[in-house]
Structure formats: structure tokens, C-alpha cells
């Protein structure tokens, strides 16, 4: 499955999640049931920043950001989550700057101009995380950081569907794509060891100075996402990196 298939994906799929996923707009959000950047406080302020979100969906985080005063920048491949995207924009009272194009594909964004580059459970989706992290440090100004979630490779050794909870299904080191269906849609994850995403962090010339494996946050109401392993293994992995060089 290439990144248009995943963007069909989307696209068939955008009408029924922003439907379900009761995504916040107040608050920059990093994945169902876990602390939001309320808690983290990894993106800082960002009143009258360049703020560039990656696979930005329906632009809820792009919305929280322009709400605080940023200017707001979110690219996705997917034309029916970013029409959802502009709608709601428009009924939020803000502007935000959307582009239709692959996360590694930052060409219409001049280099060194980027406060914040930010990416909410988008990056599992991406085969090459090089070639994105080399385009993300293109255009972020020096020292600027790159905050991101994104699956936790723990999660995806786990069968969810199985009767017992820490059933294994997945070598932690198989590096084979993950095909998986969500509502009768089919979807592909790519698996990344947390030492890929930390070679490629490095490579590109960033310097890691947070990483997260958030617990969920106690019992209530949960989210679409929930599921009972998650109090087991981290559903997410959070990482904070800076740009170094130029």
C-alpha cells in the first residue's frame, strides 16, 4: 500500500472517524486516553509562531495552535480530512494555512522558517521517517523543535483481539508492514523500533531532549482508541527533538 492508498484509506474512512473521534480543539491533543499538552508542556508558547503540523487530519491540534495565536500551517494526504479540516476551521473562528501533500514533501515551505513542527499519531503511516525528518529540519529555524507522537512499537507486538490480554503477535525487530482494517477500511502501519526513530532523529541532525511513554490517564470516560492493554503496554511514544546545525 503506497501513501496514496493510504490517503484512499482516509479518504474513504474521514466521514466516519471525525464523526466518532470527539477530537478536542481547545488543547493540542497526542492520543486517545493519555495527557494532552496541558500536561506535557513539550511545544511551549506559541503566540505569533510559525506552527507547521504533520498529517494534521482534521486539523483539530492546527485549530488548538491558531487559538493560542499561532499561525498555523497543516499538511495531510488526505483531501476528505482536510475538506473536514477547513469546515471546521470555519466554525472554530480561525485561520489555518492547509495543504494537500505528502508529510515529506515540504517544498512550498521555505527553509529556516518553521517555529514548531508538531505530529500527532501521523508518523506510524510513513515508511521512510528519514526523508521526512530531513525535510522537517529543512525548514524549522535553529534549534526549533520537532514534538511528535506516535505509536510506541510495544503496542503493536500485542493481539488486541485476543482473549488473553498480552498475547503476542509480532516480533519486536520484524520490520514487515502491518495491514490492519478499521470499520471495513484497509490500513497499513509501518513498525519503527524506538532505536529507528532515534538513528533517524540523529541522522537528520536533531537532539533528542524528551522522550514519553505516557500512562493513560485514570479510569472514566474512554475514548474510541481505549483498550484494556493499554494499562499494560504504552499505546504511545512521545518525543521531543531539536533542530541542530542548519
Known amino acids: 500500500m503506497s501513501n496514496t492508498d493510504i490517503a484512499g484509506a482516509w479518504d474513504a474512512h474521514a466521514r466516519w472517524y471525525q464523526g466518532r473521534a470527539n477530537l478536542p480543539t481547545d488543547v493540542v491533543h497526542y492520543g486517545g486516553d493519555i495527557g494532552t499538552e496541558a500536561d506535557f508542556r513539550l511545544c511551549g508558547d506559541v503566540k505569533g509562531k510559525r506552527v507547521l503540523e504533520l498529517g ?8 488548538a495552535f491558531a487559538k493560542q495565536g499561532a499561525i498555523a500551517i497543516g499538511v495531510d494526504f488526505s483531501a476528505e480530512q482536510l475538506a473536514h479540516a477547513r469546515q471546521l476551521a470555519d ?15 515540504l517544498a512550498f515551505i521555505r527553509a529556516d522558517t518553521i517555529d514548531l513542527a508538531f505530529s500527532a499519531c501521523a508518523l506510524n503511516y510513513v515508511e521512510d521517517l528519514n526523508r521526512v525528518f530531513r525535510q522537517v529540519h529543512r525548514v524549522l529555524k535553529p534549534n526549533a523543535a520537532l514534538v511528535f507522537s506516535t505509536n510506541h512499537p510495544a503496542a503493536h507486538l500485542i493481539d488486541t483481539d485476543a482473549d488473553e ?12 508492514p ?3 482494517e478499521w470499520n471495513g477500511v484497509p490500513f497499513r502501519d509501518f513498525h519503527h523500533t524506538i532505536q529507528d526513530v532515534f538513528t533517524s532523529l540523529i541522522r537528520a541532525n536533531f537532539r533528542i531532549d524528551t522522550i514519553i511513554e505516557p500512562e493513560p490517564v485514570p479510569s472514566g470516560a474512554r475514548s474510541m482508541f481505549w483498550d484494556e492493554t493499554q494499562t499494560l503496554v504504552p499505546r504511545y511514544l512521545i518525543i521531543r527533538a531539536r533542530k541542530e546545525g542548519t
Open 56 to 63: 494534521c487530519g482534521g486539523a483539530q491540534c492546527s485549530i
Open 91 to 105: 466554525q472554530e473562528g480561525v485561520k489555518v494555512e492547509l495543504h494537500e501533500s505528502d508529510v515529506a514533501d
Open 178 to 180: 502491518m495491514e490492519w
Open 165 to 176: 490480554p498480552l498475547l503476542v503477535r509480532h516480533s519486536y525487530w520484524d520490520h514487515a
